[in-house]
């Protein structure tokens, strides 16, 4: 079973217009509704990919009540502590405004989170260490609401720990940045997957020094501080993994089908972490799984409607395969 927790998700409010003009009113040809956060993503890629998973997190309001049953509605089980269910005016789950043009123009404006109480805080360890059994995957993702300590990510592992069986030979997966990341790696992570621009914020990466050897070397100073393995997501240019053992491994990017538009680059991180973590539950080896990691997150970047499906997923693996994976010298 792989376990995801979100503690800042979001309703998505996604709308589409031939234009986005400043000055002018904005007509948009399409809008949805949908259930973010990174780890909301995570569970839904596993879930499409027939691999077992439970989302958990903490919403609040009416927007987290429509949340839970949006990812009802996909055939998920989410266990999120839930607070002031009915509540339309007060706390609630953020909503997000993400507007994009035909040519490519993208906005997006992230609301703060609502308060994350402590005793659901304290709820949530309880459910956590109630679900999760030997063998299980937990993947800490995403930003923390406003006025939440760094250390929050920290603190729950803190009371799993304490919590006898809590995290024992229980895999960990971080997805994080800045000092929240930091703060998770005494726990010693199985993975965690910065992108290159947070691998430059948490260890002071310059730019223009970013070739291949470089990111690798930056990538070991995270492994000295207890992360396992680091899966670094370099959008277009592909992902470069510095495993526990062994040389780093550089992987390039999957071209886009000429019969596919122009996909939406968001969630695709999630989905690489989320085909990462199921081929390393199924067995695969490190340059297997980077590869099918690659995959998923490209059938989400060239996915329009959100999280890449399986049938997406299937299509772009023959050519998944053929990708090259080469070892990196640091």
């Known amino acids: 079973m792989i376990c995801t927790l979100t503690l800042n998700p979001a309703v998505d409010y996604i709308m589409k217009a031939p234009a986005l003009v400043p000055g002018e009113t904005n007509r948009a040809a399409s809008c949805r509704l949908a259930a973010g956060g990174k780890g909301i993503n995570v569970s839904l890629m596993l879930h499409r990919l027939g691999s077992p998973t439970i989302p958990l997190g903490v919403c609040a309001g009416m927007t987290g009540t429509f949340l839970l049953r949006e990812l009802e509605r996909e055939g998920l089980a989410p266990d999120f502590v839930l607070t002031d269910p009915e509540d339309a005016s007060g706390v609630r789950t953020r909503i997000n405004v993400k507007l994009t043009a035909e040519d490519g123009t993208a906005l997006e404006v992230n609301a703060p989170g609502a308060p994350l109480p ?3 805080l304290d709820t949530l360890a309880g459910k956590l260490t109630g ?3 030997p063998g299980d995957t937990l993947a800490l993702c995403g930003s923390l609401p406003s006025g939440s300590p760094d250390d929050t990510y920290a603190r729950l592992l803190a009371r799993l720990s304490a919590a006898g069986n809590g995290l024992r030979d229980v895999r960990l997966a971080a997805d994080t940045s800045g000092a929240r990341l930091m703060a ?4 010693r992570p199985f993975v965690i997957k910065p ?4 691998l430059k914020a948490l260890t002071g990466l310059v730019d223009g020094a970013a070739d291949d050897s470089t990111i690798a070397a930056a990538a070991r100073t995270l492994q000295k ?10 959008g277009a240019q592909g992902a470069l993994l510095v495993p526990e053992e062994g040389p780093a491994l550089r992987i390039g990017a999957l071209s886009r089908p000429a019969d596919l538009p122009a996909g939406d680059p968001t969630g695709a991180g999630d989905s690489m972490l989320a085909g990462f973590l199921y081929a390393v539950d199924r067995g695969m080896t490190l340059p297997d799984a980077l590869r099918f990691a690659t995959v998923c997150g ?3 970047a060239f996915t329009a409607d959100g999280v890449a499906r ?4 299937a299509r772009l693996e023959p050519a998944g395969r ?3 994976v080469t070892a990196v010298d640091v």
């Not at 998770?184 to 726990?187: A, G, Q, W």
């Not at 399986?310 to 997923?313: G, K």
Request: no cysteine.
């Open 322 to 324: 053929e990708l090259r």
């Open 225 to 234: 501080a207890g992360a396992r393995n680091v899966l670094v997501s370099l």
């Open 118 to 120: 402590e005793d659901a």
């Open 298 to 300: 490209a059938a989400t």
């Open 310 to 313: 399986a049938e997406d997923v």
């Open 184 to 187: 998770v790696l005494p726990y």
């Open 131 to 133: 679900r999760l059994r």
């Open 195 to 198: 992108n290159l621009s947070e």
